[in-house]
């Protein structure tokens, strides 16, 4: 007899085609006692997930192989990751798909988004009762020690309200199906609620990849739900020229992809605390042309971490003075400061009572049972069945010495551990909840070619709106690897699937874009942040050093190759650029030069070696996330893997050689994105001007080794080569190369993109279209600097150049850099340089 899911891939549109390929869906059943999505107990498919399985058969195994790895390729590709805590390296993890997405039916999504909104109501209740009158405590309903004992019960808040009245703007909720279908809630997430810009990935890969299979079950679309948030917050900010940020903790943070993600999709600016500034009560954003008005904060970081100056004085994160600016009601925060009281584990155990006192009845989505340790009954009830129950920590995730990694189950423990946990139960009860055993239901997994169930956590997510709360039309799963799974989070392994809602009907499509009759055209762009900049200006100088260090490594082994010449005076004045430069470890500049290849190439000891000059690269890209371009940072990620996946041994000549002409090229196509892709904005402008002046100086280098008076041709020949402008001499010059010719080339000449002038005419040229922060229409230091060196390098004479010269344009260079960052990024006095002209 066929199987359900077999007799589901029958009936298709197909049955031929169908029949031969429900083989590899496998005898899929549910696990005993646990309520499965898939099918029922006795095996038959649920109607929800016919249409899905239908048309998922009807592809065929070789098929679906192909389209699911085009889905990954797109998580790949557009650089989705997490980082996992703990790791040694803090490492970024591939965000891990799960193909097959949850089903949901327009009648339980009804009953999902109705439950949802009205715990939302509840929790922004409760919260403004916290830090408002208190009634709750007073009346008795909840203990007050609920409330005061929990480290997210924020002082400095009480009493205040937040602006627009509203502590709750996002809430997200952790769900898990029993055994008799019904939803219950595992987790409330109120603090900065996470999932919203990965579920929409999640939904971009896997309708890119089901395309056919996606239109035709009239899927509910999420941008609907973004479009409605972003409203909402543009719409409290009180002046049309103040921003809407988000307050990250910075690219080490576990979910940081997301935060950069949803800022370039909402066009919302995404700041760090060093990033921001309360001036007069106010939040600005420090720009490159000076302080901006931030008027709304989607806030990423914990609220305790939030503001050093009220809050945790050990902060690096937050911004001195937030909480003042909030009392002013001069910021709106998503959330509100100390939202995260209500996501603790004890007040879930007075959830019911306060439903029934302020909702008049009970909540349509419950949460799991829970009993709050510091009252006595409820004490020795946990105590008496303890293994039967889980106990969790009360206020915080874990606690250090007897729950450090969160919740555990009472039959699992040993003897000792149940005695020490006793014991600590009965010190001090409040800091301890005891909770009914979850055993979470199952969805399919698409595993080796078939189906299996695996535990999962539905999130869903809602949102504050001028219309009242909306939810997001379906959210994320976050699946388990283990069978016995209760709880599941990214940082333990597992993975990531999609939520489809049925719409029962045609979808209308979505888009963030606004109507042309509502919006006027523009050209350009909002004000550059100066954290942005600093970064956009230092990618540029760290591609530049790497693409400087490639061609350095691609000359000594080309002329190993083309004049046998390994320690020929050419190549040891490399080399000593090389160990000067930090790219070579003294010790390695008398190996052969495959030793010294492999050391440039994939060493990590020296401070310039090419994986550390890449990896600064990618980190300053990391910081930029929300304003860079994916193929720009496919590119640097694929320059990156082509240096640290290399073989431990020394490669020949011929095979570095590859190698380094393989990474140039790369790095070519990074510039070509850089230059095609990029508007000429000052973010590229920032950009250029790094690339410029790290040209500058190591051409500067390059020539103070390779063209000193009496230094033979060959090494002329070499500086030409690592100045790319050999066609040029040789078509402009029939003759060997000349110190003064050459010079002139690759110094002085404007018309030579590779040459020094040519990179300060740019430079000048960028200096001269930054913005004016003054006002005063006077030259700034760094463009002084510029303009001087200019006319020096027009009117130098080639044959009197020297190494002095040369010298005195690098320093000049290296004034102009900091001149910069002192005017543009960090805003701080300048200190008097005195700069001298060579000429």
Not at 352 to 365: E, Q, S, Y
Not at 792 to 801: G, H, I, N, Y
Request: charged share 25%.
């Amino acid at each position: 007899m066929p199987s359900a899911i077999e007799t589901a891939a029958i009936s298709g549109p197909h049955p031929s085609r169908n029949a031969a390929s429900a083989s590899f869906l496998g005898d899929y059943r549910a696990l005993p006692g646990i309520y499965d999505e898939l099918v029922d107990a006795e095996g038959r498919l649920r109607p929800r997930w016919a249409p899905f399985i239908t048309a998922l058969a009807g592809l065929g195994p070789t098929e679906i192989a192909r389209r699911f790895a085009g889905a990954d390729r797109h998580l790949r590709d557009s650089g989705v990751f997490y980082r996992v805590y703990g790791d040694p390296a803090e490492s970024e993890r591939a965000w891990p798909l799960s193909h097959i997405p949850l089903m949901l039916d327009a009648e339980e999504w009804r009953e999902l988004k109705d439950g949802l909104v009205q715990r939302a109501t509840l929790l922004e209740a409760i919260l403004a009762d916290a830090y408002g009158p208190g009634r709750f405590a007073s009346q008795g309903i909840l203990p007050a020690s609920v409330i005061a004992g929990s480290p997210e019960f924020l002082r400095p808040l009480i009493g205040v309200t937040p602006p627009g009245g509203a502590h709750l703007r996002l809430y997200a909720a952790d769900l898990g199906r029993g055994p008799d279908g019904s939803w219950w809630i595992l987790n409330d997430r109120t603090q900065a609620p996470s999932g919203a810009g990965y579920a929409l990935e999640n939904r971009i890969a896997l309708s890119r990849a089901l395309p056919d299979v996606y239109q035709s079950l009239h899927v509910e679309r999420l941008a609907g739900f973004f479009q409605a948030f972003r409203a909402e917050l543009a719409a409290r900010r009180r002046s049309d020229d103040s921003r809407v940020g988000i307050l990250t903790p910075g690219p080490l943070n576990e979910t940081y992809f997301e935060h950069a993600y949803l800022a370039r999709y909402l066009g919302f600016l995404l700041v760090e605390g060093e990033d921001l500034a309360v001036r007069g009560n106010a939040v600005y954003v420090r720009t490159i042309t000076g302080l901006k008005r931030v008027e709304v904060l989607w806030r990423r970081i914990d609220a305790d971490f939030a503001d050093p100056l009220e809050l945790n004085a050990r902060s690096r994160l937050g911004v001195p003075g937030l909480a003042q600016a909030v009392r002013e009601g001069s910021v709106v925060l998503v959330n509100g400061l100390g939202a995260g009281l209500v996501e603790a584990n004890a007040l879930m155990g007075f959830i019911p009572a306060l439903a029934r006192h302020l909702l008049g009845g009970r909540l349509a989505l419950p949460n799991v049972a829970t009993w709050w340790c510091g009252q006595e009954r409820e004490r020795e009830f946990v105590l008496d069945r303890l293994e039967a129950l889980v106990v969790a920590p009360a206020f915080t995730q874990a606690l250090p010495g007897l729950l450090a990694d969160g919740a555990v189950l009472g039959s699992d423990l040993g003897t000792a551990e149940r005695a020490r946990l006793v014991a600590a139960i009965r010190e001090r009860g409040t800091d301890f909840v005891g909770q009914e055993a979850v055993q979470l239901s199952t969805m399919p997994v698409w595993r080796d070619g078939r189906l299996e169930p695996q535990p999962f956590i539905l999130r869903l997510i809602a949102a504050r709106t001028a219309e009242g709360w909306t939810v997001m039309p379906g959210g994320f799963c976050r699946i388990s690897d283990r069978t016995d799974a209760r709880a599941v989070t990214m940082q333990r392994g597992g993975r990531s699937a999609d939520v489809w809602v049925s719409a029962g009907g045609p979808v209308a499509a979505t888009t963030l874009l606004p109507l042309l009759e509502r919006v006027t055209p523009r050209r350009q762009m909002g004000s550059l942040p100066s954290r942005a900049a600093d970064n956009l200006f230092w990618l540029g100088r760290y591609v530049e050093r790497a693409e400087a260090t490639l061609r350095m490594v691609r000359a000594v082994l080309g002329r190993v190759a083309e004049f046998a010449d390994a320690n020929g005076p050419v190549v040891q004045r490399l080399v000593q650029v090389m160990v000067a430069w930090g790219t070579l470890p003294r010790r390695a500049a008398r190996m052969s030069p495959a030793v010294i290849a492999a050391a440039c190439l994939h060493g990590r000891e020296a401070r310039g070696a090419l994986p550390r000059l890449i990896r600064s690269a990618r980190g300053a890209a990391a910081a930029i996330r929300d304003r860079f371009s994916p193929d720009a940072w496919r590119a640097l990620n694929d320059l990156l893997r082509l240096v640290e996946t290399a073989s431990p041994r020394v490669a020949p000549e011929a095979e570095a050689f590859e190698r380094t002409v393989h990474a140039l090229q790369i790095i070519a196509a990074f510039s070509g994105f850089a230059q095609e892709n990029m508007n000429r904005f000052n973010g590229w402008r920032f950009l250029d001007i790094g690339r410029r002046i790290e040209r500058a100086i190591a051409t500067c280098r390059f020539a103070r080794q390779l063209a000193e008076p009496g230094v033979p041709v060959e090494a002329l020949d070499a500086l030409l080569e690592l100045a790319d402008s050999q066609i040029t001499f040789r078509l402009r010059y029939t003759m060997i190369a000349a110190r003064a010719l050459v010079l002139d080339l690759v110094a002085l000449d404007t018309n030579n993109p590779r040459s020094i002038a040519f990179q300060v005419e740019r430079i000048e040229e960028h200096l001269g279209r930054l913005p004016d922060i003054d006002g005063r229409g006077l030259l700034s230091p760094a463009q002084r600097i510029a303009v001087r060196l200019s006319t020096d390098l027009r009117t130098a004479d080639p044959e009197r150049l020297s190494i002095a010269d040369l010298r005195a344009m690098e320093d000049a260079l290296m004034h102009v850099s900091d001149e910069i960052a002192l005017r543009y990024f960090t805003h701080r006095d300048r200190p008097q340089l005195v700069w001298e002209s060579f000429a």
